[in-house]
């Protein structure tokens, strides 16, 4: 069965620095790959996913992530981190056999003015 | 209304009590799941209804039972439950693999935030 790590349960960044949270994954081939944002008090929104292609793939509100098919890694980048994206961010996998996300355990970013 | 809504979006009951959460997508989606997340576990998938199909996973306990009456509603009943069932429950709806349509992106509501006594 495929799972998902993500080291990094707290992670506190200053307003403009850049950021990388990690995620690793454990699969057989290369599934297809999720990064979700869960504001407190909301629900999960998708940022961005790797199906195929190129291994840089861009989301919204300024985050990239690149999948490391060597590394079994998928980590999440900005290049300047802004208050509002103070969260916890989720990365997921999906083995496409199923309509179903495997979710890691989150990492919660804090950004300090 | 637009998107997915949950209510009630705050819940206190006693071990004896008999609840319900309730689910509503205004997507036009045909997959609509249960997810269960408690503080430092990953999200837990508990049930999936997929073009009327469902999917379970069966390590969740009998005392929550859900239902889809139709492809914009999901609740999830509960009776008996304990306290280490306090959690926030999210639903989320997607796009039907079945369907030709799964992307992996799935909608979530805000949540129902479960406390049991």
């Known amino acids: 069965a495929q799972s998902v790590t993500q080291p990094d349960i707290h992670i506190t960044v200053s307003e403009g620095a850049s950021l990388e949270l990690r995620c690793n994954y454990s699969y057989g081939a290369t599934p297809y790959l999720f990064w979700y944002v869960q504001s407190p008090g909301q629900g999960l929104q998708l940022l961005l996913k790797y199906f195929s292609g190129d291994t840089l793939v861009q989301g919204i509100k300024g985050f990239e992530a690149e999948f490391k098919r060597s590394q079994s890694s998928f980590n999440l980048r900005k290049p300047s981190v802004h208050w509002s994206d103070a969260a916890e961010y989720f990365c997921a996998v999906n083995t496409g056999t199923a309509s179903k996300l495997t979710f890691g355990t989150g990492t919660r970013l804090q950004v300090t003015l | 209304e637009t998107g997915v809504t949950q209510t009630p979006r705050h819940l206190v009951m006693g071990m004896t009590n008999k609840k319900s959460l309730k689910c509503e997508q205004h997507?036009?989606?045909?997959?609509m799941y249960w997810y269960k997340q408690s503080a430092k576990k990953p999200l837990e998938l508990m049930f999936v209804?997929?073009?009327?199909?469902?999917?379970e996973n069966n390590s969740v306990p009998s005392r929550f039972s859900p239902e889809c009456p139709n492809s914009s509603h999901l609740f999830l009943h509960l009776h008996t439950l304990q306290p280490e069932d306090s959690a926030l429950y999210l639903c989320?709806?997607?796009?039907?693999?079945?369907?030709?349509?799964?992307?992996?992106?799935?909608?979530f509501g805000e949540g129902s935030r479960l406390t049991v006594l």
């Open positions: 997507l036009g989606h045909n997959a």
């Open positions: 209804y997929s073009l009327e199909e469902r999917v």
């Open positions: 989320a709806s997607s796009s039907s693999r079945l369907a030709g349509g799964f992307a992996g992106e799935l909608f």
